[in-house]
């Protein structure tokens, strides 16, 4: 049976992903930038889908994505409110590095960035998850998709879609510089980015 084609957003920028920090499941919440990232991208959905009607609305529980998904429906002429939490969908834990910056790793844990980079799928931040971890946490969210769908989650998480929804090479999808500023369209095996 095919699957549903699914809109996917990464949550619009705050102000640690503007410093290259490690969030993970810490609470942060969008900035001015975010915010404008969210407008553009509700703005482009309500184009794109005309009527949302017939489509199913998801979302990691942290804020900054719930945020995101209100910004979106709200641009799309919905009520904020109509869309439903998925646990699932929260972003990957960093554990100890939670609130590091890219740079004060390199300077205070090389051993971990060098690890990081040999292998970025299966790479497991201490006390925190690998985006293999993830890809089994999620995997069975979007295999119980039964209609259309407009997911808003995290950049790793969207690292794991590309993967299983398109069939991205974990090496390449483990790399991807996930944009805050563009839309996923995901259907048949195939992705496009709007």
């Avoid at 069975?140 to 590309?162: C, K, M, Q, Y």
Wanted: aromatic content about 10%; charged content about 25%.
């Amino acid at each position: 049976m095919p699957r549903p084609v699914i809109f996917y957003v990464r949550h619009g920028q705050t102000d640690w992903n503007a410093q290259f920090r490690f969030q993970g499941q810490r609470d942060i919440p969008l900035n001015e930038t975010g915010r404008a990232q969210a407008l553009g991208n509700g703005r482009r959905l309500a184009e794109l889908i005309g009527d949302p009607g017939s489509y199913d609305f998801f979302c990691s529980p942290l804020g900054r994505a719930r945020e995101t998904m209100e910004i979106i429906r709200d641009a799309m002429g919905l009520p904020c409110e109509g869309y439903a939490i998925e646990e699932r969908l929260i972003e990957a834990s960093y554990g100890e590095l939670e609130g590091m910056s890219l740079s004060d790793i390199e300077r205070d844990r090389p051993e971990l960035m060098e690890l990081r980079d040999q292998d970025r799928w299966n790479f497991r931040p201490p006390a925190g998850e690998s985006l293999a971890m993830v890809l089994q946490r999620v995997t069975p969210f979007f295999d119980e998709l039964s209609a259309p769908a407009i997911v808003v989650a995290h950049g790793a998480v969207g690292r794991t879609v590309r993967h299983h929804l398109a069939g991205t090479a974990m090496d390449v999808a483990g790399h991807y510089a996930f944009p805050q500023d563009k839309v996923f369209r995901f259907e048949n095996g195939r992705e496009e980015l709007i």
